[in-house]
């Protein structure tokens, strides 16, 4: 089989050169006396000419075939082919396999459940527009092995079977067949082994890390993914974040030839969440939220005397399709956050109109024209309650009505680094204080001093960067004081003893010289998302789980035999 090249590096200039090409039959098109196969290879597809002057074996869809012939000048060109100015005339073809009929069409556009293509993942790959999401994916870590290499960093493999390590999820376990009873969890990042690494005295780590989140899943979620971590020794924030603009500028650079701006806008979260409602905006499209505690100041409407925040977004153009339906179910959306619902303007030739209006002074509806200097057909949407539930709610409006209204320009890009996040956060439901980024982010040194009065008080150095409102990385500089680490996990509810258990090694570490140290994380999964342009994980992930965490091609997770379950230790219990 000695193959002379891949389809698409042929092209007029070969033309009546011999070629000896392998690959999968694509389509097939009999017209008697003349037949026409698309060969398919990974670099793409060429066109065969087969002459009854030669003896053609039976071929259908799917065979691989060896063909060898000449190359010739097409009279018509093919423009939807890359090898369109060409065909190859064949002297000889020959089976190297037969394939039974597929259950999926191997074609960009196909109608197949996502279930078969996943339980035929081998042929869905074969499809060339899955086949460039896996290149694109390659490319990026080509480019960041580059990138990072001549910085000198060094990529270090870190455990996989481990202790939990604290990222918020729950974790993957695996029973330990020595010793029954205990557990290694597969790790959520390799967090503490690259801060390990920084007091071993690496000060430039990398590493394409799996990662194991045992999370419900949705469109951008996985249980298994991947990271560029990074982690790096005696850098600032500003010098570490502009080092990572580098890199991200030449991912984009090298994957979809794509210049990005430097340096990257950095806008601080409270903000993110002033503005857009979120901490991973898209600010490619307005809308941006306005405070109308001003505007609202004298009022006599008694939910908007009493809320902490009341805040809105004006929506041009769209009062004159907004119809009952539509209102109801906005008023839908806000209950999902918790609000009672929302009040709803119209500009209808320069004068607001709805049933709301009965509550507006003069002066307010004056005031509320000019805030969001509105015009014929706004619709003006406003919340009133908690903060932290008025602005995400309007967040969210902001980003649908942007999708509805087709706002977003395809192939545009938005990058941003959101920073100071507060160091903790409160469990809407338990009301417990939980880490933000995780427990190793160094708070800002102008808020120690909230540590034992209020810590939600407490910004810290993390940083997230934004791309097109997905937040496609994160990370922080670290807490390098033993004391420091100590008192995040105390107010994190963790006992003296939890504290031993669970992180004793790595508070050890701290006190034999550790640097002060930064580092970030982003997911490759969604860059290749990002860059390849799908909104779907899964399209960028060779062999991916469902929505219900199961691989169906391979049935995994499956029972195992009781043998298995013996030598480990374990009893099932049946529900
Ligand atoms: N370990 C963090 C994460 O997975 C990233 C970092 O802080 O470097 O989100």
Request: glycine share 6%; proline share 4%.
């Amino acid at each position: 089989m000695n193959r002379t090249c891949f389809n698409t590096d042929l092209s007029i200039k070969n033309v009546e050169q011999k070629v000896s090409l392998i690959g999968w039959v694509s389509k097939k098109r009999n017209l008697g006396s003349l037949m026409f196969i698309d060969l398919r290879d990974r670099s793409g597809i060429v066109q065969v000419l087969v002459n009854d002057s030669i003896n053609c074996p039976d071929i259908r869809n799917e065979y691989v075939i060896h063909v060898t012939g000449t190359v010739k000048k097409k009279d018509v060109p093919n423009k939807a082919l890359k090898t369109g100015e060409i065909e190859v005339v064949a002297d000889n073809i020959e089976v190297i396999n037969t394939a039974k009929t597929t259950p999926l069409i191997i074609a960009d556009e196909t109608d197949a459940l996502e279930d078969t293509r996943l339980k035929y993942r081998y042929l869905d790959l074969r499809r060339p527009v899955m086949q460039n999401y896996l290149d694109v994916r390659h490319r990026i870590k080509m480019s960041v092995h580059n990138y990072l290499d001549n910085l000198r960093f060094i990529e270090v493999e870190t455990p996989i079977l481990t202790l939990s390590t604290p990222e918020g999820a729950r974790d993957y376990l695996v029973p330990s067949r020595i010793h029954h009873g205990s557990f290694y969890a597969l790790p959520q990042s390799p967090q503490i082994f690259k801060q390990l690494l920084m007091i071993g005295g690496l000060e430039r780590y990398y590493q394409i890390a799996r990662c194991f989140r045992d999370e419900d899943l949705r469109a951008d979620r996985q249980p298994d993914f991947t990271q560029i971590d990074i982690e790096t020794s005696f850098l600032d924030q500003d010098q570490f974040l502009t080092m990572m603009e580098g890199l991200i500028a030449k991912i984009f650079k090298d994957t979809i030839n794509y210049e990005v701006k430097l340096p990257l806008r950095r806008l601080p979260y409270k903000q993110a969440m002033d503005r857009y409602g979120s901490d991973k905006p898209d600010t490619r499209f307005g809308f941006e939220l306005h405070d109308l505690k001003e505007v609202f100041k004298n009022t006599t409407f008694e939910a908007y005397q009493k809320a902490e925040a009341i805040k809105g977004i004006c929506v041009n153009n769209v009062a004159s399709i907004t119809s009952r339906k539509v209102i109801d179910n906005l008023t839908l959306e806000a209950k999902k956050f918790g609000l009672g619902g929302l009040s709803i303007l119209k500009n209808e030739n320069e004068e607001l109109t709805g049933s709301f209006t009965k509550f507006l002074l003069e002066e307010e509806k004056a005031a509320l024209i000019k805030e969001f200097d509105s015009h014929n057909d706004d619709i003006i949407i406003i919340a009133a309650g908690p903060y932290n539930r008025v602005s995400p709610l309007l967040g969210a409006l902001r980003n649908q009505y942007a999708r509805q209204l087709d706002l977003i320009k395809p192939n545009t890009f938005d990058l941003l680094w959101v920073i100071d996040f507060p160091l903790f956060e409160r469990d809407i439901e338990s009301n417990a204080i939980t880490s933000t980024h995780h427990p190793f982010t160094r708070p800002r040194d102008e808020d120690l001093k909230y540590l034992d009065s209020d810590p939600t008080k407490i910004l810290s150095y993390a940083y997230d960067i934004v791309i097109n409102g997905y937040e496609a990385g994160g990370g922080s500089l670290r807490i390098y004081d033993q004391d420091i680490q100590k008192k995040i996990f105390e107010i994190l509810g963790l006992s003296e003893e939890d504290i031993k258990r669970k992180f004793g090694f790595f508070v050890d570490a701290f006190q034999y010289g550790t640097p002060p140290h930064a580092g970030m994380a982003f997911g490759l999964d969604r860059l290749t998302m990002i860059l390849g342009g799908t909104d779907n994980i899964r399209d960028v992930i060779a062999f991916p789980k469902n929505l219900s965490a199961v691989c169906p091609m391979s049935g995994a997770p499956a029972v195992v035999d009781e043998q298995q379950l013996i030598d480990l230790g374990i009893q099932v219990v049946k529900e």
